[in-house]
């Protein structure tokens, strides 16, 4: 039976894997030591506890377990990255490449940095929201030392080509970072093969727990520096100081884990409802698929409806269907998305749009009940208006 509202916002966040859940209450309880307490059995479960976690997380993205950070989430993680290169490598260069269309952490992080004395170059993205490697390898300077461009897009689920972009900054030397929050666990993702550097992740986007983390650092050809961004206690090979989080580290590991093992086949199962979702809301008038339609992830689509008024489309489907919307649907500041305009989108469809992203607990009668009330309340209420 359907059950009333409807998740399709895991782009969002996701709900924590019963698994998950499982793994981790013990280290609440019972295992509840200081990880970094080395001169008892508590201390020692916990500090095991964590390196089996970064076992899991490293054999996800294939790495080596040493190359694994933890942090409290990927917005730490992307300002570690960043600013961690920023000022260890200042000596070298204060130029970083960028895109217009990342993730806050990314853009307000090299905005920090650009009022501190840096130079940012912000790229732009074709109509189809993937970067132009032309520009991107005409933009590297001698004092270029990082390029972070995202490895998938948060409001598209376009996946850039993250291959050729990492071969372009090992030819010219530079530090290659992406923010791969949308793409680990969804996607096969492999920092060996895909010649990546540095590289974010969160646990709360694979079905894993809130708050907690883990960013990629390269050991070897090259071996990537940082200055640590918060000092006290050396944590984390010095890289990130504080007491660590064991029971949602446990969960992150778990939640890898469990990625590793299930991801082929839900993805299949989810691009497949995807699809069907896609296919139907497309019939209906004035609605437009943004974004690259091969290159992208599997359980996500934003569509525009032209005309459509973005604040009824999302007050009306609201209490039914949890989704996000490319516009700020507030009378107060009616904002279209800036990955769209980005995009080249005007503000007839870059405000109407809706990001759907589908889970692994998403059902086919989901799907349908979606596409039909969707397709109503288009039609009934937000048709030219």
């Known amino acids: 039976m359907l059950k009333l509202p409807i998740y399709l916002d895991h782009n969002a966040t996701t709900p924590c894997d019963p698994r998950v859940l499982e793994a981790m209450i013990p280290y609440f309880t019972k295992l509840f030591g ?62 970083i490449i960028t895109v217009a269309t990342e993730h806050k952490a990314v853009l307000d992080t090299c905005r920090h940095l650009e009022k501190m004395g840096a130079d940012i170059t912000w790229l732009s993205v074709k109509p189809d929201g993937l970067v132009d490697l032309d520009e991107l390898e005409k933009a590297i300077r001698p004092n270029t030392v990082l390029i972070a461009i995202m490895y998938a897009n948060n409001e598209t689920g376009v996946i850039q080509p993250v291959r050729a972009i990492s071969e372009i900054a090992k030819r010219h030397g530079v530090l ?55 000092d006290g206690g050396g944590h984390e090979r010095g890289m990130r100081s504080g007491t660590l989080n064991v029971p949602a580290i446990v969960g992150l590991g778990k939640a890898c884990e469990i990625c590793t093992l299930e991801m082929e086949n839900d993805n299949k199962r989810i691009r497949t409802l995807r699809d069907k979702l896609e296919n139907g809301l497309l019939k209906i008038e004035g609605a437009v698929l943004n974004g690259n339609k091969i290159f992208r992830l599997p359980q996500v689509c934003n569509i525009s409806f032209r005309n459509a008024d973005e604040n009824a489309l999302m007050i009306s489907l609201s209490k039914e269907i949890a989704l996000s919307s490319g516009s700020a649907c507030t009378s107060a500041s009616p904002e279209p998305s800036y990955v769209l305009k980005a995009m080249g989108l005007d503000d007839e469809l870059a405000k109407p749009s809706l990001r759907f992203g589908l889970g692994k607990y998403t059902t086919a009668e989901e799907i349908d009940f979606t596409i039909e009330r969707v397709g109503e309340v288009v039609r009934e209420k937000c048709e030219n208006v």
């Open 176 to 230: 290659f970072f992406t923010d791969a929050t949308q793409a680990v666990g969804k996607i096969p993702v492999d920092v060996i093969r895909d010649g990546i550097d540095i590289m974010a992740l969160s646990a709360h986007k694979i079905y894993g727990p809130k708050g907690v983390g883990a960013l990629y650092v390269r050991r070897k050809n090259p071996r990537v520096r940082l200055t640590a961004q918060m």
């Open 34 to 95: 200081n990880a970094a307490s080395r001169n008892h059995p508590f201390g020692w479960q916990a500090a095991e506890a964590v390196e089996f976690a970064r076992e899991q997380v490293a054999a996800l993205i294939h790495a080596d377990p040493a190359e694994i950070v933890f942090t409290s989430g990927a917005t730490e993680a992307d300002n570690l990255a960043i600013k961690g290169v920023a000022d260890m490598y200042a000596a070298r260069g204060n130029h």
